[in-house]
């Protein structure tokens, strides 16, 4: 394993985790919700009566970040070495495998093992065990 030291943000990295921890606390304190991204959209698929509008703009706030972001400083340059079909295949895996978890890295690595959550402790895990299989699988065994 090599570490891109050209490229390495560890601030840049911290100031983000952070942020995104801090709008998880204060979206729990302020909605007694979790911020957990799958269970937000997944419930824009099968829409509760007053459980909607919440949703849409949580959506939109993700969506427009990287948007308002660039209108201050230019996104940093992006290189996906998969096709479209790859990368259909690869979200669709990934919303069957939040459905089956119960959660996304979000929902459990974020704000569930900061509640203490042993399931989200477990999913953590799981979630970070198949990552690193999936990348040796992909860099060293299929190439």
Known sequence: MTIDWNNFTPWASLAGGLMIGLASA???LFNGRIAGI???VGGLLRPMRGDVLWRVAFVVGIVSAPLLFSAVRPLPDTEIAAGYPMLIIAGLL?????R???GCTSGHGVCGL???SPRSLVATVAFMFAGFATVFVARHLLV
């Open 26 to 28: 204060l979206f729990l």
């Open 38 to 40: 799958s269970g937000i």
């Open 94 to 98: 990934v919303g069957i495998g939040t």
């Open 114 to 116: 900061s509640r203490r």
């Open 100 to 102: 089956y978890g119960s």
